[in-house]
């Protein structure tokens, strides 16, 4: 019963990852095959273009990073142009060049860190809710993030595939 | 020890339906706050429309009752139209407020088939793995359904919420 129980918490989090490396996988297929000048494009009339939504999944996964508890941020500067703003055609914002290589970044230091935790782990509070509320809320724990982003980087890839003529 | 684990099981079980109740909810929201003339529309420039990504949606719900055991499909005429073939305004579709309606018979007869569930059914084998590949791949079970699903809902809510203006 225990090993039962042991290989179902290690299966959950397999799915939960998997389904968070799937999704990464198509971002980053679409990332290859799009140009710069479709990716300066609005995904649709009066939309986000597609460096701000790029840029906004990077960001956001870079902010995982401390939620989970693998570090600070590597790239802080995105957040302002990428998390609490809007797109803005006259904010400065970093190549497409630049922004693959923060993905890459930001994904090789989370796969190395999701690589050394045991499933337990995963069900440990995440940075953003306090022991108090963990205590009545236990489902938001680390691996609720990954559950969370995944649904929210498929969200903006349904929309980004708009550049694709 | 046998306890925490059986907490655990339950809980992963709960996260997973709960994101999958969250975009579902978001989902019908979108629903009722969309006009009939909206939904006509392409959710962007040689796209598909709003009815054909919701009748889609409905008939891949749909299509979930068979998958996880519940019964057949309660609406099989959609999947020609829906799900087998592309976008065709020459095909006749049901209204939007019959989509509705078949979204909340499939909704119920869901959340009723989950509510009389252990979590560790959730663990068992889906329909559409035969018994010697779920030997081999125990993740393709009934709860991993769900996760992929939510994520297909994501993916196309970011598409259909372009018809908001």
């Known amino acids: 019963m225990i090993n039962n129980t042991a290989i179902d918490s290690a299966l959950f989090v397999?799915?939960?990852l998997s389904a968070w490396q799937g999704y990464n996988d198509r971002f980053l297929k679409l990332l290859e095959s799009v140009t710069a000048e479709q990716l300066a494009l609005q995904v649709a009339p009066n939309r986000n273009t597609g460096v701000y939504l790029i840029g906004h999944l990077v960001s956001v996964s870079d902010g995982m990073r401390p939620l989970l508890g693998i570090g600070d941020r590597l790239?802080?500067?995105?957040?302002?142009?990428?998390?609490?703003?809007?797109?803005?055609p006259d904010?400065?914002?970093?190549?497409?060049?630049?922004?693959?290589?923060?993905?890459?970044?930001?994904?090789q230091s989370m796969s190395e860190a999701f690589g050394s935790m045991e499933p337990e782990a995963w069900f440990e509070r995440h940075n953003a809710v306090s022991a108090e509320d963990f205590a009545k809320e236990p489902h938001r724990n680390k691996l609720n993030i990954i559950i969370n982003r995944t649904n929210h980087l498929s969200y903006h890839l349904g929309q980004l595939i708009f550049l694709k003529r």
């Open 14 to 16: 397999k799915m939960a």
């Open 91 to 107: 904010t400065p914002k970093p190549s497409v060049e630049e922004l693959r290589k923060y993905l890459h970044d930001i994904n």
């Open 75 to 88: 790239y802080p500067q995105l957040v302002s142009t990428f998390e609490t703003n809007p797109d803005n």
